[in-house]
């Protein structure tokens, strides 16, 4: 893999983590109500899950698509509709009181990094994007140091980001921000999760 397509893959993939979503929207409320501990488990999820849409368009996604297009159809439908049973949960709990930040040495470790793993394979943005975009970069038939190199920046770019992302908003001032305002806040949140999920879904 040339050094020119190495770094025009890290600039693409870079806009494609800042870029506004779901996942931006779930680290955000996650790290504001429980704090640094619980967004980073939470980015270590939605990071490895997008290792994983790239590890699958090496293994040829975009081909399977080709033959079965009804599958990415199929796979679109599913991903808006569990964004929009996030947004719902979020609307629903949203008078919960607010979580300790410490909850996370305690329990929802797994848990989080599920949420986070699920909500980017959910991501209908990370399987276009890998599925037409990331398979035109990446040479046709690269070495597995290459493909493992290309896995390694892909998930230091994300979880770089969600992380960074996390340590933000789980700071004093943002937290209590988020703590006066939490039913308000996790009603927007999970209208404009559930919103984007309507939007995939039936778009």
């Given at each position: 893999m040339?050094?020119?397509?190495l770094l025009t893959l890290m600039g693409l993939q870079a806009l494609i983590a800042?870029?506004?979503?779901?996942?931006?929207?779930?680290?955000?409320?996650?790290?504001?109500?429980?704090?640094?501990?619980?967004?980073l488990l939470l980015s270590f999820g939605l990071a490895s899950s997008?290792?994983?849409?790239?590890?699958?368009?090496l293994a040829g996604l975009s081909i399977i698509f080709e033959v079965a297009p009804y599958l990415q159809t199929t796979l679109r439908i599913i991903g808006g509709l569990f964004l929009i049973w996030i947004g719902i949960s979020m609307i629903r709990h949203a008078s919960a009181p607010m979580a300790d930040a410490n909850e996370a040495d305690v329990i929802g470790g797994r848990r989080l990094f599920r949420l986070g793993l699920i909500t980017n394979l959910a991501n209908p943005k990370a399987l276009a994007y890998f599925a037409a975009v990331f398979v035109g970069i990446m040479p046709h038939d690269p070495t597995p140091a290459a493909a493992a190199a290309v896995l390694a920046v892909i998930f230091m770019i994300e979880f770089g980001w969600y992380a960074l992302l996390s340590l933000l908003?789980?700071?004093?001032?943002p937290r209590r921000a988020y703590q006066r305002g939490k039913t308000h806040l996790d009603r927007i949140f999970g209208g404009l999760i559930a919103a984007l999920g309507a939007r995939i879904a039936y778009n």
């Open positions: 040339t050094l020119t397509a800042i870029s506004p979503g779901p996942a931006a929207v779930v680290t955000i409320k996650t790290s504001a109500a429980r704090g640094a501990q619980a967004g997008i290792v994983l849409w790239a590890a699958a368009a908003f789980s700071r004093p001032s």
